[in-house]
């Protein structure tokens, strides 16, 4: 029996209804009905799906109170992170790989680099497992969304020498800024350790310039390309962040004493004035006098309120949100409530989901691969938490986009076209299948004794089918009826066109 084709490219959304465009409302927020079909479309772009309970919940009052509840919630209260195992080098160890290139002592430091590699790996498992886990057992739905947003935004990788724990100290800044301010985010970012090490200003200092940050921060974190910079300000901006970088040590470094005032440390973040250019400097037109930390602070301000920082990051979001190719009308609003707000994410975000644009649009944007693993097992299992991460894991690797690990700092792709080739449709079938029939072991430890929960979707049940009946078409309700066993049903269902969309 043929399962039906996971391959769908859906029709360009109609943002506007044929005929006059009328000025006096063409501008206004949604104020159509509000009823379950919508609160689903909600739920499937805010977050990553929601049970029928949830859909009930936020169908039951306006669509102004659905966004407000999405929107604002209490970010301080962070879920605590994985246990993790301390992965750096011990100062003894780091002797020895110093004395590595004598040749003594090769057989030691050899067993140190497996013990050093065996945590890592073990390490990197677990912080991906707290990361899914949170993404399918979330209440605060957006704000994993929005982490998982400006992990693809703000990117860096743990492949670049980076330890565990620093990515997700990074994780959870995105969580805790997810839905702030622009100018905040970005400035904490440039004290992110992971960040400063991924894109190599620990090697920027005073006569040893690199641009590599400097460059990255305004053309994907701010301006975007064609922002309006040029490549002085490219050097200037880097001459203003040098000094700041990381320090794996315990140890701080020797600074003279007129500039030990200066000096900064913050776990493993550093500013050492004594590598910093202290001229100076002319960026984006605008005097900046040189006086250290204080020059990154005046620098990302200005980059954070210049008006195509409005526009890109606006953009950005809602190609996230809407469209691979957003209405224009709708980015300009967005901008414009930035730009009101002094860069407010939250509002924003009001503007977006409120919109005419965002309700026309509805399953007309692709899931990427986090969005379709995550959104399938949470609705296989809903919130159950997992026992194994680990074919999550591999699907995401086989599907190329593995959590904390994008190689460019360019980030994932956000449209569909990166995401809907041949080869990945039949990984999606293969997931859709393992997942359909009960197999796909994410309720069973690894081990001599492992544990072993029963967990088979009914996805078949009256209760879960109602929360995406309404977005399927008659070809797929048709293969659904020929499905002989309720894991073919399941398996038809995870690999329908229609739950390859958002």
Same mark, same amino acid.
């Given at each position: 029996m043929n399962a039906p084709t996971a391959v769908a490219t859906p029709s360009p959304a109609q943002y506007r209804p044929a005929g006059a465009l009328d000025l006096a409302t063409a501008l206004a927020p949604y104020s159509g009905p509000w009823n379950d079909r919508l609160a689903a479309h909600l739920l499937r772009r805010a977050g990553f799906g929601g049970s029928p309970a949830d859909v009930a919940r936020v169908a039951g009052g306006s669509m102004h109170a659905a966004v407000d509840a999405l929107v604002r919630f209490d970010a301080s209260a962070l879920p605590p992170g994985p246990d993790l195992q301390d992965e750096r080098y011990s100062a003894q160890d780091r002797m020895l790989l110093r004395q590595q290139q004598v040749g003594a002592n090769s057989d030691r430091i050899a067993l140190v680099k497996k013990q050093i590699n065996q945590l890592r790996a073990k390490n990197r498992v677990a912080a991906q497992l707290w990361w899914l886990d949170r993404m399918i057992a979330t209440p605060t739905p957006l704000q994993e969304k929005l982490t998982l947003f400006w992990h693809g935004h703000f990117t860096s990788s743990w492949e670049k020498g980076t330890t565990t724990q620093a990515m997700i100290d990074q994780n959870q800044l995105f969580r805790r800024s997810a839905l702030g301010n622009i100018r905040d985010l970005t400035l904490a970012v440039s004290q992110d350790p992971a960040m400063l090490r991924y894109l190599d200003n620990e090697q920027n200092a005073a006569g040893h310039i690199n641009e590599n940050y400097a460059r990255e921060i305004m053309e994907l974190h701010t301006l975007g390309v064609g922002?309006?910079?040029?490549? &002085?300000?490219?050097? @200037?901006?880097?001459?203003?962040?040098?000094?700041?970088? #990381?320090?794996?040590? =315990?140890? @701080? =470094?020797? #600074?003279?004493?007129?500039?030990?005032p200066l000096y *900064?440390?913050?776990?493993?973040?550093? !500013?050492?004035?004594?590598?910093?250019?202290? /001229?100076?400097?002319?960026?984006? /037109?605008?005097?900046?006098? $040189?006086?250290?930390?204080?020059?990154? @602070?005046?620098?990302?301000?200005?980059?954070?309120? +210049? =008006?195509?920082?409005?526009?890109?990051?606006?953009?950005?979001?809602?190609?996230? !949100? *809407?469209?691979?190719?957003?209405?224009?009308?709708?980015?300009?609003?967005?901008?414009?409530?930035?730009?009101?707000?002094?860069?407010?994410?939250?509002? *924003?975000?009001?503007?977006?989901?409120?919109?005419?644009? !965002?309700?026309?649009?509805? /399953?007309?944007?692709?899931?990427?691969? #986090? &969005? %379709?693993?995550?959104?399938? #097992?949470?609705?296989? %299992?809903?919130?159950?938490?997992?026992?194994?991460?680990?074919?999550?894991?591999?699907?995401?690797?086989?599907?190329?986009?593995?959590?904390?690990?994008?190689?460019?700092?360019?980030?994932?792709?956000?449209?569909? $076209?990166?995401?809907?080739?041949? $080869?990945?449709?039949?990984?999606?079938?293969?997931? +859709?299948? +393992?997942?359909?029939?009960?197999?796909a072991g994410l309720f069973k430890t690894d081990g001599p004794q492992p544990i072993e929960q029963a967990a088979f979707p009914q996805l078949s049940n009256a209760l879960y089918y109602s929360a995406i009946e309404h977005t399927l078409k008659p070809a797929t309700r048709s293969a659904l009826d020929t499905a002989s066993s309720p894991q073919e049903w399941n398996m038809y269902l995870l690999a329908a066109p229609e739950f390859m969309q958002r």
């Open positions: 922002g309006g910079y040029s490549q &002085h300000d490219v050097q @200037e901006l880097a001459r203003i962040l040098t000094g700041v970088g #990381v320090n794996m040590t =315990p140890n @701080e =470094p020797k #600074v003279p004493d007129k500039l030990r *900064v440390r913050a776990q493993l973040f550093e !500013f050492n004035p004594a590598r910093h250019d202290f /001229g100076d400097k002319e960026f984006l /037109g605008r005097h900046i006098k $040189g006086s250290g930390m204080a020059e990154v @602070e005046e620098a990302v301000t200005q980059l954070a309120r +210049a =008006p195509a920082t409005a526009q890109f990051i606006c953009h950005k979001l809602a190609v996230y !949100f *809407v469209s691979d190719d957003p209405p224009p009308e709708l980015v300009a609003r967005m901008a414009a409530t930035f730009t009101r707000t002094d860069g407010d994410i939250a509002a *924003v975000l009001d503007t977006l989901f409120e919109s005419r644009e !965002f309700t026309a649009s509805l /399953g007309g944007k692709f899931k990427d691969p #986090v &969005h %379709y693993v995550v959104s399938a #097992v949470r609705l296989a %299992y809903d919130t159950k938490p997992l026992l194994n991460a680990q074919p999550m894991i591999n699907w995401l690797n086989r599907m190329g986009e593995p959590l904390y690990a994008h190689e460019t700092p360019d980030g994932y792709a956000l449209a569909q $076209g990166a995401w809907a080739s041949s $080869g990945q449709m039949t990984t999606r079938f293969e997931i +859709a299948k +393992a997942i359909g029939t009960g197999s």
